[in-house]
């Protein structure tokens, strides 16, 4: 695997391929919000939004959550996918985003290029919390556990990551991006983890290069990823895909269309693809991935820009503002485009 230093780059981040590595060990879960020093969140801040702004991913290391944690994540997608199709059709996603069982071939993330070929569940924090019934636990139990467990430990890190980069993009109000998530896990936001299952190309006759989750930008704030190591994800640079490879213990974290519009652009939403690798020995395996959206209130106002310290900025920022679009209508605009109507 190309590990390389960018020369250039005045914290000497690593990168794989050209993907930027932000260590976060002065950050990370494993320390408590007392033992953390403004300055390491800030250094750390302008890491991510110098990666952001150019490929809208990095991986993130050492950022404390509990390896335990994805081995559950393992074991209870296992448990979870390989029941019978009618059981978990029961538990179908049918006109909402936020919670639900999604079969092979429902959604079609490329815009209709070619079906997904994937299955997967989307979680809500709302539903998970608040509405625990909802959950599969009766075919399979132990997973409303785990998604409180996912969920709280996603929540902690995408609350630290929004204080890194507050600081990094040197907004002018500390709260201000938090804001836009005062509902986060309860009614009105939509901020979701999601099990992704691909089953074996091999068994399915997909052949290397075939894409099993089309190429689509993430609608949110930002989403944290943890994917297997059997690869095949991929993101657009320059007109061309560049593969996201496994990096050991290391997390996805890629910018969603609504903080790339409540950045004025500064921060990047980049379009990415899940693809049949090319070793057959990965073609095998069944992939996953463990996902969190983080995703603003359904009512917050995404396309007018947060406010930078420099004046300069938001004068060039708010001139000529379009009409105020909030999040949940992007969200309805861009299910309509996705969602494969159940077939009669
Ligand atoms: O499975 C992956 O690695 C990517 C998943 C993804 O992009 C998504 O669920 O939005
Ligand atoms: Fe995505």
Known sequence: MARQAVAENRFSIMSVGIIPVVDYKS??????????????????????????????????????????????????????????????QRYSMEESIAFGYIGLGREEAGYGEVGDFKEAFNFDGNSVFNHPNKLP???????????????????KLAERIMDSLTMGMELKEESDLKNCHRNLHNEGNITQMRLNYYGSAIDNNLKAGRVRLGAHTDWGTFTLLFQDNVGGLQ???????????????????????????????QLKSKEHRVVVPEEEVRQKLTRHSYVYFLSP?????????LLYKDEE????????????????????????????????
């Open 137 to 155: 636990e009766d075919i399979c139990p132990g997973i409303l556990d785990f998604t409180k467990k996912f969920m709280a430990t996603g929540r």
């Open 27 to 88: 950050c990370g879960l494993h320390l408590s919000d007392q033992q953390l020093k403004k300055e390491d969140l800030y250094n750390a801040g302008k890491e991510l939004v110098d990666a952001f702004s150019t490929l809208g991913f990095v991986y993130l290391t050492n950022s404390g959550v509990d390896p335990q944690l994805l081995a559950e994540a393992r074991e209870i997608t296992n448990r979870f996918f390989r029941l019978q199709s009618s059981q978990k």
């Open 235 to 265: 993101l657009e640079h320059n007109g061309d895909f560049i593969d996201a490879v496994p990096l050991q213990n290391a997390i996805v974290i890629n910018i969603g269309d609504s903080l790339n519009l409540l950045s004025c652009g």
């Open 297 to 305: 209130d359904d009512d917050a106002v995404i396309n007018h820009p």
């Open 313 to 344: 900025k938001n004068e060039k920022n708010f001139k000529n503002l379009p009409c105020p679009l909030n999040f949940e209508k992007l969200c309805s605009q861009k299910f309509a485009e996705i969602h494969v109507p159940k077939q009669a």
